[in-house]
């Protein structure tokens, strides 16, 4: 409901096998939508070099059918899912597909740029005109203009890579290529996978699990990976520095089944919600958990404490894009579309409610006033992520700063608006304890100010 929402799943793939291409990347992107539901692409590359794709706004679901994925013949291609806070989704769809002196290109984004728009800017005024408003669009004139001078694909991209300022991971195609591209703090995750004889890139390993394609390892910091016909060989396109990777994707955005610099999610999601039991315990019958990205931590809080837990939120799963939203009077009824209680579970108890993180803080005052009128004794509020306070510059779509509950609010004030009994947050130090098995260090920016990037 206010979460911080990831701009963007990717997944490429080159098939020397006879895989049928398009339907592979749609159940790739169909496996991580929860990355971006505003919209997704397809875009594949046929023997011959010609470019065909499909993108449009709406869920991987909305946007492709059969007809259309028997129309998109390739041998590789690449895929992406967009999450968008404006109203030109469609316009801002990807992957972004040009014509440039080497033939097509397509490129796919995940992620942020702190100065794509003086990039922009400085491209427009050597002539450039734009389509969207995308990265992928500005980053595609970059390569195209920078092919020129080097003699391979993968050479141009190393020589721009020092332009983008942020996180990101990217996917390009030409009509012999597909590449991946990792940022050079790995701040965004891209994942290398292979089935027999073909070739994967994927944001997420889940999307690996679902197609039975075997997770290969991680792109590293500054990597370019490139697939083709002869298997996958890689270059380093920037030095890698110290790694920064997100730790908001082991809190809340990506798959618990997925695998990142050898942390699993669902494992690290639990591990934090037994540091906030230790942490923050709470005096408490029940505790419950809030669907669904709550629920590894609100286990591993119940178990440390030995309190029961209790499934007492139900979500609508018909929830989604389409529904009219109350305005006005219907607002005013505070009308909870998107989860009810059951009144059993919580009656006459002491309930802790454990969450994964807090953003605008809407959400756990909904929490708190749905299982008052169920009848909870006391709510205990428990985030299993500490207090977020900064924005996002690498591609977390989230509120501008001072939107953020604790912006200029602390822990009592917050506490009192939510209306719950007690509230707490498990600490910086908590969430790094929580991912023992992660590789390096991470992106805590949101939380704590300290940007990756200057
Ligand atoms: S600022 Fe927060 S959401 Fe953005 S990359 Fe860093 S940890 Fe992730």
């Not at 968008?84 to 989704?89: E, L, R, T, V």
Request: aromatic residues 8%; glycine residues 10%.
């Amino acid at each position: 409901m206010e979460k911080m929402m990831d701009r963007c799943g990717l997944f490429g793939m080159f098939d020397n096998n006879g895989f049928h291409t398009s339907h592979l990347i749609y159940y790739g992107l169909f496996s991580m939508q929860h990355r971006g539901m505003e919209a997704a692409g397809i875009c594949v590359n046929d023997n011959q070099g010609n470019f065909s794709y499909v993108k449009d706004e709406g869920l991987v679901t909305e946007v492709f059918d059969e007809m259309k994925l028997e129309k998109l013949q390739g041998h590789a291609g690449i895929g992406h899912i967009l999450r968008y806070d404006g109203s030109d989704a469609r316009e801002n769809a990807q992957p972004i597909v040009i014509r440039y002196t080497s033939g097509h290109m397509a490129v796919a984004l995940n992620g942020g740029l702190t100065n794509i728009e003086e990039i922009r800017h400085d491209l427009e005024l050597k002539g450039s005109v734009f389509q969207t408003m995308e990265a992928a669009e500005v980053i595609s004139v970059l390569i195209s203009r920078a092919r020129n001078n080097y003699p391979t694909i993968e050479e141009a991209i190393a020589s721009i890579m020092p332009m983008l300022k942020g996180g990101y991971a990217m996917l390009v195609m030409t009509p012999r290529k597909v590449i991946g591209v990792r940022d050079p703090q790995g701040i965004r995750p891209l994942v290398l996978g292979r089935e027999d004889h073909s070739w994967f890139l994927s944001s997420e390993t889940c999307a690996f699990d679902e197609l039975n394609v075997d997770y290969v390892r991680d792109i590293q910091p500054g990597e370019i990976v490139v697939i083709n016909a002869e298997g996958s060989h890689s270059i380093q396109g920037m030095q890698a520095q110290p790694i920064r990777a997100c730790i908001y994707e082991y809190i809340y955005y990506s798959h618990p089944a997925s695998v990142f610099g050898g942390q699993e999610v669902y494992k690290a999601r639990y591990n934090m919600g037994c540091h906030l039991a230790k942490e923050a315990p709470a005096d408490a019958d029940a505790v419950v958990w809030v669907p669904d990205s709550g629920l590894a931590a609100a286990a591993g809080y119940a178990d440390t404490l030995g309190i029961p837990m209790v499934d007492a939120f139900v979500k609508n799963k018909y929830y989604g894009n389409n529904l009219v939203k109350p305005e006005g009077i219907l607002f005013d009824r505070k009308i909870h579309m998107k989860l009810s209680v059951i009144k059993s579970q919580v009656k006459d108890k002491n309930i802790v409610v454990v969450d994964d993180s807090m953003v605008r803080g809407t959400t756990a005052q909904t929490l708190v006033e749905l299982l008052r009128h169920a009848g909870a004794k006391s709510v205990h509020l428990r985030i299993a992520s500490a207090t977020i306070s900064h924005p996002c510059y690498y591609g977390a779509s989230m509120p501008e700063e001072k939107k953020l509950i604790f912006h200029e609010q602390g822990v009592d004030a917050v506490c009192k608006m939510t209306g719950a009994d007690s509230l707490a947050f498990l600490s910086s130090e908590g969430m790094v304890a929580a991912c023992p098995d992660a590789a390096g260090g991470f992106c805590m920016a949101c939380f704590n100010g300290d940007y990756p990037t200057k």
